[in-house]
């Protein structure tokens, strides 16, 4: 027999600021159902998860909920007024003697439920409000981002919490490895309109391109019928005005339609300049040591960062991870040892506070009052890697509108401040950037682009994150704080670290000074031979420089053909040739940097 729907949702409208976020939304939720819900920030994840919370009224439609279903919503900012402790508030709605369920919870998201409300951090509070959903075990769980501010170790406890719970959810997550653990079934969000598929995220990607290239199609189609109809009414409307007003009108509604279809919203047009080159040699520790009191941070650990390494920093919260970044930038000196810096280094930080925005300052002031980025007599201008831009131009590449370019940088959510601190990082040439939690907040495309943006960054990048998919495709090296002031470094990233650590199990012999995992490293030959270069090889390696610099200047040119939003509407075959050709060049460029590699190194074991 078919059970009841735990929720239901019909024909949902919203309206904020006079802008629609809903128009006759419906979904439902049935038991067991392990959902995430995906889309871009700002398109109504949050807004549709509190109408799902009963927390937000819709101004039409209905949600019901049977009688006897218990529906619990992990809130954001927890109003903790009242409770003078964090276990207090998590146990709140629990009956007497079920005090064990916080402290399991507890104990698995890593807070403590003794600590005073007043003293708690903003993660510890939303920790609180986590385990206070955990304990409660309602028939229907709503997560919004569940994963900022915990740790790689509270992210598994969670994960394997969830796995096992009979209780369906709602899951809201930038966490790729989290998503496609947990999930399956997926909502999306798109302007306005909620889709449904009956996969978990794992199929998601896929599924969002096709319809959109679906959409792409259908749009083209329909700009060809009105190019069409509207050279046909200007050619023969005066002939035959009586007996064709009917297709005048099929003209009229198709523009119509068109100018009521919603334009998708691009993706931030973001980009990394690095300046000067650093030396080849960016960092050098040698046996450095940190202690705090009675903890011990660091002990006897080296590490050489060369220049276009991606270091990532892993470990449970509190281990010291912040202490040894700050030691390596020179931020902090160490107790012992010592810790050098190549030459011309220029970083940047990205903190995971975001403290460099001033929550009362607008978006305009947040850019034009920063120093780096004041343009002399130019109050409405900002200087963008040595180029002066109009703010307001400039804070579109970020998916920011002119009306929100006058607002407070407090009006903004979570993924907005991290667009905005992002556009003001970039803005400026650097060779070595910082990344303290970039991945918070920010929605799966912008993501995507961020990543590509590290791949193409010429100079260094040191990666605080707790988010392993993120790490995966980033990191070429990985420094795992383990605690006891042991500091390991391992090749590759996440999943590279895993297996090597497993490895290590067996011996328990500490790794030292691994070389990172970088391209070069991947593609250099295994054999120990010392074979020396034919005639032809050494002119083709002498000819490969010049056939790479031609490749990448044609690259280059697609690239910039291809930026033309319009042009796939304006010329679909111009564009169908620029994108085959871009790809067939990106492939001949792989090719030939591979084969320069295998030729570079064997010349260097003959000599």
């Keep these: 027999m078919a059970r009841a729907p735990l929720m239901q949702l019909s024909d949902i409208s919203l309206t904020f600021g006079g802008d629609p976020v809903f128009h006759d939304l419906s979904l439902v939720i049935q038991p067991g159902d392990r959902v995430a819900l995906v889309g871009r920030n700002g398109s109504g994840k949050s807004t549709l998860m509190k109408v799902?919370?009963?927390?937000?009224?819709?101004?039409?439609?209905?949600?019901?909920?049977?009688?006897?279903?218990?529906?619990?919503?992990?809130?954001?900012?927890?109003?903790?007024?009242?409770?003078?402790?964090?276990?207090?508030?998590?146990?709140?709605?629990?009956?007497?003697?079920?005090?064990?369920?916080?402290?399991?919870?507890?104990?698995?998201?890593?807070?403590?439920?003794?600590?005073?409300?007043?003293?708690?951090?903003?993660?510890?509070?939303?920790?609180?409000?986590?385990?206070?959903?955990?304990?409660?075990?309602?028939?229907?769980?709503?997560?919004?981002?569940?994963?900022?501010?915990?740790?790689?170790?509270?992210?598994a406890w969670l994960e394997a919490e969830l796995k096992q719970t009979r209780a369906a959810f709602v899951l809201i997550s930038h966490d790729r490895a989290f998503l496609r653990e947990l999930t399956r079934a997926t909502l999306w969000i798109d302007r306005g309109n909620v889709r449904r598929q009956e996969?978990?995220?794992?199929?998601?990607?896929?599924?969002?391109?096709?319809?959109?290239?679906?959409?792409?199609?259908?749009?083209?189609?329909?700009?060809?019928?009105?190019?069409?109809?509207?050279?046909?009414?200007?050619?023969?409307?005066?002939?035959?005005?009586?007996?064709?007003?009917?297709?005048?009108?099929?003209?009229?509604?198709?523009?119509?339609?068109?100018?009521a279809q919603i334009k998708r919203q691009g993706t931030a047009a973001m980009a990394l300049e690095s300046g000067p080159k650093s030396g080849k040699k960016v960092i050098e520790a040698k046996d450095i040591s940190k202690a705090y009191e009675d903890k011990l941070i660091l002990r006897d650990f080296s590490i050489r960062i060369q220049r276009g390494d991606r270091?990532?920093?892993?470990?449970?919260?509190?281990?010291?991870?912040?202490?040894?970044?700050?030691?390596?930038?020179?931020?902090?000196?160490?107790?012992?040892?010592?810790?050098?810096?190549?030459?011309?280094?220029?970083?940047?930080?990205?903190?995971?506070a975001r403290a460099q925005l001033d929550p009362e300052m607008s978006l305009w002031d947040s850019l034009t009052g920063d120093k780096d980025m004041r343009v002399s007599g130019q109050a409405d201008q900002v200087m963008v890697r040595g180029q002066p831009r109009h703010v307001v131009g400039y804070l579109k590449d970020f998916l920011f509108d002119e009306r929100q370019a006058r607002a407070p940088v407090k009006s903004l959510s979570g993924g907005e401040k991290a667009r905005l601190l992002l556009a003001k990082l970039m803005a400026r040439e650097s060779n070595v950037l910082v990344l303290d939690e970039p991945t918070n907040d920010l929605d799966i495309e912008t993501l995507d682009l961020l990543q590509e943006l590290l791949d193409d960054y010429d100079g260094t990048v040191l990666l605080v994150s707790h988010d392993r998919d993120f790490l995966d495709r980033v990191a070429t090296t990985t420094i795992a704080m383990e605690g006891n002031g042991?500091?390991?470094?391992?090749?590759?990233?996440?999943?590279?670290?895993?297996?090597?650590?497993?490895?290590?199990?067996?011996?328990?012999?500490?790794?030292?000074?691994?070389?990172?995992?970088?391209?070069?490293?991947?593609?250099?030959?295994?054999?120990?031979?010392?074979?020396?270069?034919?005639?032809?090889?050494?002119?083709?390696?002498?000819?490969?420089?010049?056939?790479?610099?031609?490749?990448?200047?044609?690259?280059?040119?697609?690239?910039?053909?291809?930026?033309?939003?319009?042009?796939?509407?304006?010329?679909?075959?111009?564009?169908?040739?620029?994108?085959?050709?871009?790809?067939?060049?990106?492939?001949?460029?792989?090719?030939?940097?591979?084969?320069?590699?295998?030729?570079?190194?064997k010349a260097e074991n003959a000599g």
Excluded: C
């Design 199 to 259: 996969r978990g995220f794992e199929g998601f990607e896929a599924w969002r391109d096709k319809i959109w290239q679906e959409e792409d199609e259908a749009r083209h189609k329909l700009d060809r019928k009105i190019k069409s109809e509207a050279r046909w009414a200007v050619e023969g409307i005066s002939a035959r005005r009586k007996r064709n007003q009917g297709r005048v009108r099929a003209l009229q509604d198709l523009r119509a339609e068109r100018a």
């Design 311 to 352: 270091v990532a920093f892993v470990g449970p919260n509190g281990v010291g991870k912040t202490t040894l970044l700050k030691t390596l930038l020179k931020e902090v000196e160490p107790d012992d040892g010592s810790v050098t810096h190549g030459t011309n280094l220029l970083p940047v930080v990205f903190d995971q």
């Design 486 to 601: 042991r500091a390991t470094v391992y090749a590759g990233g996440w999943t590279d670290y895993q297996a090597q650590k497993g490895d290590s199990a067996l011996d328990d012999a500490p790794k030292k000074d691994v070389k990172p995992k970088g391209k070069k490293a991947e593609l250099k030959p295994k054999s120990q031979a010392k074979p020396k270069l034919s005639f032809t090889e050494k002119h083709r390696l002498e000819e490969l420089p010049k056939e790479l610099e031609r490749l990448e200047a044609e690259i280059a040119k697609l690239e910039e053909l291809l930026a033309d939003p319009e042009l796939f509407t304006r010329e679909p075959v111009k564009f169908k040739k620029a994108t085959e050709a871009l790809s067939a060049r990106q492939e001949a460029l792989g090719q030939a940097e591979e084969e320069w590699l295998t030729l570079e190194e």
């Design 52 to 155: 799902m919370a009963g927390l937000v009224e819709a101004d039409a439609g209905d949600r019901v909920v049977p009688p006897g279903t218990s529906v619990g919503y992990m809130e954001q900012e927890p109003d903790m007024s009242g409770f003078s402790t964090l276990g207090e508030f998590a146990s709140s709605a629990l009956e007497a003697g079920e005090m064990y369920r916080v402290e399991m919870a507890a104990e698995g998201l890593k807070f403590d439920p003794e600590r005073p409300v007043e003293t708690a951090s903003g993660g510890e509070r939303r920790r609180a409000a986590l385990a206070k959903l955990m304990a409660e075990a309602p028939d229907l769980m709503l997560l919004d981002e569940p994963t900022n501010h915990l740790d790689i170790e509270a992210i």
